[in-house]
């Protein structure tokens, strides 16, 4: 029996449920049993104050055991599909009436009912048990409702279909709800229509780094030889602000400077080709002199730097897949 998927969810999420693989099922039911009656995580908040701001802070820290990443199977009756699970990832989440990025490891999914189990899709009876399930491992609901169209406007569908969860957040209701473990963020977003639901499950964390800096000597033969140097260096999400952990290869580029007096460079902005082309460029700009101004701020002359943004104008490889687009975000250094 095939399923209508609506647009079904282009952005709802899943959240993080506690269960071992051997003991799922048997939470799951108890969370079923003891949330209705209160019994379960009474000492916790399940619901944020309505018409504050929210503060992360305000969460109680759960105590309870959330087992392995992503945490949880589906209620009974229910399946999974089209699941990814990605080690580092962003996925956008309302809350105080608007859309923001948590960055982390990641895990999304449609659910809909098994045929051979279950006759339709219960949206009520696929609701109530996440939502069960979440406040009794010490979660809280922080919004639910329909995503305001200005913050959808705002960001643009490029970027949503990027960093969306399964859901159709045009269209559908969401609810966000966060766990707070020691040392951890849980982010996790639910919807669902009448023909089946999705959920998401974003647990906040940093990046690990594996590429490895090109040094002062290395940039110094490739601009020799090539006359220019790619360079990835990681800013803020759609800001100009450079992030700590780019900082070893400013330094490496403050020693190229400092070890060859008279090189004189120009620093070029690259972006990828989502969101708008204006504003990819300006974005570009912004960054290029970031660069520029922190190499000017540790003694460089600034008679031996120029910057300048190229937008999306330039790309080294293939907008239309993932590795394309992050090799097409990067920083270039141009031999004058």
Request: charged share 25%; proline share 4%; aromatic share 8%.
């Amino acid at each position: 029996m095939k399923h209508s998927l609506k647009p079904l969810f282009l952005f709802s999420a899943l959240f993080i449920l506690a269960c071992n693989s051997n003991n799922k099922n048997g939470q799951q039911q108890d969370a079923d049993t003891t949330a209705g009656t209160g019994t379960a995580g009474e000492a916790q908040a399940t619901t944020a104050p309505q018409g504050q701001a929210f503060d992360i802070n305000s969460i109680p820290v759960s105590d309870k055991d959330l087992g392995a990443f992503p945490y949880f199977s589906t209620p009974e009756g229910f399946r999974y599909q089209v699941e990814e699970d990605k080690e580092f990832h962003r996925i956008y989440h309302f809350v105080d009436n608007k859309l923001v990025p948590v960055e982390g490891r990641t895990f999304t999914a449609y659910i809909f009912h098994d045929e051979a189990k279950r006759k339709e899709f219960e949206p009520l009876l696929f609701e109530r048990n996440y939502d069960n399930l979440i406040k009794s491992l010490g979660g809280v609901l922080v919004a639910e409702g329909h995503i305001p169209p200005s913050e959808l406007e705002r960001l643009g569908r490029d970027e949503l279909y990027k960093y969306h969860g399964p859901a159709d957040i045009w269209n559908d209701d969401v609810k966000t709800y966060v766990i707070r473990k020691p040392g951890a963020e849980i982010w996790v977003q639910t919807s669902h229509n009448t023909a089946g639901g999705s959920i998401v499950v974003s647990q906040k964390g940093e990046m690990k780094q594996t590429a490895s800096i090109i040094r002062a000597d290395e940039m110094k033969q490739e601009l020799d030889s090539k006359g220019h140097i790619a360079l990835y260096i990681n800013f803020d999400t759609d800001k100009a602000d450079i992030k700590s952990e780019s900082q070893p290869v400013m330094d490496e580029i403050y020693k190229l400077l400092s070890d060859n007096g008279d090189l004189k460079i120009s620093i070029e902005g690259h972006t990828d080709n989502t969101g708008n082309a204006a504003h990819n460029m300006e974005l570009s700009e912004q960054r290029a002199a970031a660069v520029k101004n922190a190499l000017t701020g540790k003694g460089i002359a600034a008679n031996r730097l120029e910057s300048k943004g190229l937008g999306q104008t330039q790309p080294l490889a293939d907008n239309g897949t993932e590795d394309g687009k992050a090799k097409n975000r990067r920083v270039e250094l141009v031999k004058k």
